[in-house]
């Protein structure tokens, strides 16, 4: 009877040692996830064309005016002034606090006034040309990435004046003169 005692024991054990099968299947579908999880973005990369995002690439975009509120424009190309929006805007402008806080020296006769539009931006203004594909760049600096194309105004305050292809890699040249080389 000892050796039917032992073998229950030992089979006993072996049955409580085996894993549920719920937990099987949960361990199995865990591992199923993190192989999908791994060849996803190699699927991505190699079909970038089912992936990307036409509006962006394909010149599909609507130019809007770069800042809101210059004269003469409208802040979409559909929009026409309406009067509910022009007495908002004398409401703005009456509430505006008039105090002169600074001035700026007057031109002196007989002068045109300086325009004060290719003034640099303070401090140092870096980016880089990080990729070129379908007429438009990809740009980045210490705030972000940016698409960007020819016209388009650049970190520097400068505009970009074309994209070029030199020695096999791409080139970006500034309204400045500035050339950036892709990475």
Same mark, same amino acid.
């Given at each position: 009877? +000892?050796?039917?005692?032992?073998?229950?024991?030992?089979?006993?054990?072996?049955?409580?040692?085996?894993?549920?099968?719920?937990?099987?299947?949960? &361990?199995?579908?865990?591992?199923?996830?993190?192989?999908?999880?791994?060849?996803?973005?190699?699927?991505?990369?190699? +079909?970038? #064309?089912?992936? $990307?995002?036409?509006?962006?690439? +394909?010149?599909?975009?609507?130019?809007?005016? #770069?800042?809101?509120?210059?004269?003469?424009?409208?802040?979409?190309?559909?929009?026409?002034?309406?009067?509910?929006?022009?007495?908002?805007?004398?409401?703005?402008?009456?509430? &505006?606090?008039?105090?002169?806080? $600074?001035?700026?020296?007057?031109?002196?006769?007989? #002068?045109?006034?300086?325009?004060?539009?290719?003034?640099?931006?303070?401090?140092?203004?870096?980016?880089?040309?990080?990729?070129?594909?379908?007429?438009? $760049?990809?740009?980045?600096?210490?705030?972000?990435?940016?698409? &960007?194309?020819?016209?388009?105004?650049?970190?520097? +305050?400068?505009?970009?004046?074309?994209? #070029?292809?030199?020695?096999?890699?791409?080139?970006?040249?500034?309204?400045?003169?500035?050339?950036?080389?892709?990475?």
């Amino acid at each position: 009877m +000892n050796d039917m005692d032992a073998d229950e024991i030992v089979r006993q054990r072996k049955q409580s040692d085996r894993m549920p099968i719920f937990d099987k299947a949960l &361990v199995g579908t865990g591992i199923a996830l993190a192989g999908l999880a791994m060849f996803f973005p190699w699927y991505a990369f190699l +079909n970038q #064309e089912k992936f $990307a995002l036409p509006a962006l690439w +394909n010149g599909a975009t609507r130019d809007l005016p #770069e800042k809101i509120g210059t004269p003469g424009m409208a802040s979409a190309p559909e929009t026409s002034p309406s009067e509910p929006a022009q007495t908002l805007a004398a409401e703005t402008q009456a509430a &505006v606090d008039q105090l002169v806080t $600074a001035t700026v020296p007057a031109p002196k006769a007989g #002068e045109p006034a300086e325009p004060m539009l290719d003034q640099p931006l303070p401090g140092s203004i870096t980016f880089k040309l990080v990729h070129v594909a379908g007429g438009r $760049a990809l740009i980045e600096d210490v705030s972000g990435m940016y698409i &960007v194309r020819v016209g388009s105004p650049l970190p520097d +305050n400068s505009r970009l004046a074309t994209l #070029e292809e030199r020695d096999g890699s791409w080139v970006m040249i500034t309204s400045r003169g500035d050339v950036f080389k892709a990475e």
